[in-house]
């Protein structure tokens, strides 16, 4: 079975600065996908930004940015020119190919000092 | 925008109750999930529906039912609820299609006394 790990359970950064949040996987499968979303204190989940194994390109979507080391099962998420509206929590996330469940991390509560 | 609604976003119930937390998704999406969310945890799926009337454990099914009559509205039942089912409970449905991702509700957070 595949498993998610976040080893940072909280991560605070100065506003305008960049932070990167860790997340590593362990599946022997070749091909998934990976996700991370964001849970501000309100509470609704939001999916921030995704990436397809098979596509070696990091994906962005504006701030965000992920590095994606395939060999390392490693799938970090960066913050560049951090927001107060990005403080929330993050949650890394994988699926199968084929498949509809998502298996998450632990989560990292990521707080930002004005 | 896709909506996916819970009933409720905070209720109390007493040990022993059955209760219901019901969802509801407003896109026609063929699969529904419940998950509940706890500290230290991160989210772990409950059950899953992929059409009316199918359903799937997922890796905590225990002390939950669940019942999908119609496409868009995917109810968890705690047959008898007790005080470690205290927790905040999450809806989602999933959109398929190269898209394919995971919307989610509210949140219902639920302490049984």
């Known amino acids: 079975a595949q498993t998610v790990t976040q080893s940072q359970p909280e991560m605070s950064v100065q506003e305008a600065e960049t932070v990167t949040l860790s997340c590593t996987y362990d599946t022997s499968e070749s091909d998934y996908y990976l996700f991370w979303y964001k849970q501000p204190p309100s509470r609704q989940m939001i999916l921030v930004i995704r990436?397809?194994?098979?596509?070696?390109q990091n994906a962005t979507e504006n701030r965000f940015s992920v590095n994606f080391q395939k060999a390392a099962k490693s799938f970090s998420l960066k913050i560049s020119d951090s927001q107060l509206g990005d403080a929330a929590m993050y949650f890394c996330?994988?699926?199968?190919?084929?498949?509809?469940?998502?298996?998450f991390g632990q989560g990292t509560r990521l707080t930002i000092n004005p | 925008d896709v909506k996916v609604t819970q009933s409720s976003r905070y209720l109390v119930k007493r040990t022993g109750e059955k209760v219901f937390l019901e969802c509801v998704q407003d896109m026609d999406h063929e699969n529904m999930f419940w998950y509940r969310q706890d500290p230290g945890l991160g989210l772990r799926l409950i059950y899953f529906s992929y059409d009316v009337k199918m359903k799937e454990k997922g890796d905590i099914p225990e002390g939950y039912s669940v019942s999908r009559e119609k496409k868009e509205r995917f109810s968890l039942i705690l047959e008898s609820a007790s005080t470690n089912q205290t927790s905040m409970y999450l809806c989602?449905?999933?959109?398929?299609?190269?898209?394919?991702?995971?919307?989610f509700g509210p949140g219902t957070r639920l302490t049984v006394l």
């Open positions: 996330a994988y699926r199968s190919v084929g498949a509809q469940k998502l298996v």
């Open positions: 990436q397809e194994a098979y596509k070696q």
């Open positions: 989602a449905s999933l959109s398929g299609g190269e898209v394919d991702t995971q919307y």
